[in-house]
Every structure is written in structure tokens, then in C-alpha cells.
């Protein structure tokens, strides 16, 4: 029961928003179908890991998978918010070198078979900074609307929480996991979890006021 928040609750809520998406589908906006890929993917991937650890196979090498096919989407998403090319281009550059890094990573650096905590920590502070871009660069225009009316505020807000709360877990992850009880590391991950599942929350009204 311990491990039912963080390992079976939270990765079943992403059922919530692709639900809400799903049924939406003819008002979605193209850029929020990235997130709904995005659910999807990480829906399944939760599943695959999931069955993995239960017939005693390391699930890790999904791990540092789905932080390359995660930034390469957060990315897309973030550049359809801005208009000028130099910045949406610098977007894509930034998520190709990512990417290749994170093939350095589990070659050299980190094992595929141990919880990838640079390319995590690295990803988590790049969409921190690509959050703080969109609120400094007042986002797209969306002419009087109140805030809560935007449905990119939505998303974008759920991003920064997740990862700006996540980060300091990210760079500490494997010593936890080696020099922290077992308890600890439990209270830590449904700590993490409870953060995924706000995130979920808010792509789902992200969803609810998305419009073409």
C-alpha cells in the first residue's frame, strides 16, 4: 500500500487530462496535442516500467529515455509560444544538443542502469528557464483575456512547478537512493509525486480553456 500513491495513482491520473483532451478534440489547439503526446507517451512508459520492476527487470534505461523524448516535446510546445525566430530557433538548437548529451551521459558518464541525475537536473533547470522566458516575454497575446481565461498560463505554470520543485530531488536523486532509509526514499517519492499529479491538474484545465 505504501507504494500506491507514487507508484500506481499518480501514473493513472495522466488518464485525467488525455480524457478531458480527447473529449475536447475538436476545440484543442494544435500546440496543446504536443501535451496530449506527451500524456500519452508517459502514460505508457509509466505502464512498461511498471511491468518491468515487477518481473525484476531495471526499468532505468526508460528513464533516460523519456527525458530526451520529454524535452524534445516540452520543447516543440515552447516554441509555438513565441514569435521571434531567433528564440524559436534557439528552442529546437537547444533540445538537439540536449539531446546528444544525453547519449554522452549513459555512454560515459552515468550508467543506462543507474537514475540519469545530470540529464535530469540539466533538463528540469533549461524548462525553468524557458517558463521565466515565456512570463518575461509576456507570452503570446491574448488581448484582454484575465489570466486564468489563457490556457498556456495553464501548462506553463504546471511545467515550472513541477520541475523548480523537482530540480534539488533531480541532483540528489541517486545519493538518496544509496545513503537515505528506505522510508525516507518513500516519502521523498510520494513527495514527487503529489507534484506530478498537480502538474497533471493544471495540463487538464490547460485543456479545459485550450481554443483553436
Avoid at 99 to 107: D, G
Wanted: aromatic fraction near 16%.
Amino acid at each position: 500500500m505504501k507504494y500506491f500513491f507514487a507508484g500506481i495513482l499518480v501514473p493513472a491520473s495522466a488518464v485525467i487530462p488525455v480524457c478531458v483532451a480527447l473529449g475536447r478534440r475538436q476545440q484543442l489547439a494544435a500546440r496543446h496535442w504536443i501535451l496530449f503526446v506527451y500524456l500519452i507517451i508517459t502514460l505508457l512508459g509509466n505502464i512498461l516500467a511498471r511491468y518491468l520492476a515487477q518481473h525484476g527487470i531495471r526499468n532505468t534505461p526508460l528513464f533516460h529515455l523519456h527525458t530526451i523524448v520529454e524535452m524534445v516535446l516540452f520543447s516543440f510546445f515552447f516554441r509555438t509560444l513565441f514569435r521571434a525566430q531567433i528564440i524559436r530557433t534557439a528552442i529546437i538548437g537547444i533540445a538537439i544538443v540536449f539531446s546528444l548529451y544525453c547519449v554522452v551521459n549513459f555512454i560515459f558518464l552515468q550508467s543506462i542502469y543507474s537514475f540519469n541525475s545530470y540529464t535530469r537536473s540539466i533538463e528540469a533547470i533549461i524548462l525553468i528557464l524557458f517558463c521565466v522566458m515565456y512570463w518575461w516575454k509576456g507570452a503570446t497575446a491574448a488581448g484582454d483575456s484575465p489570466w486564468v481565461a489563457i490556457a498556456d498560463n495553464w501548462a506553463v505554470s504546471g511545467i515550472l512547478f513541477y520541475f523548480s520543485s523537482a530540480l534539488f530531488l533531480f541532483i540528489f536523486s541517486n545519493y538518496l537512493l544509496q545513503h537515505v532509509s528506505k522510508q525516507a526514499n518513500v516519502l521523498v517519492w510520494n513527495i514527487h509525486a503529489a507534484i506530478v499529479l498537480l502538474m497533471y491538474l493544471l495540463l487538464t484545465v490547460t485543456f479545459l480553456k485550450s481554443k483553436r
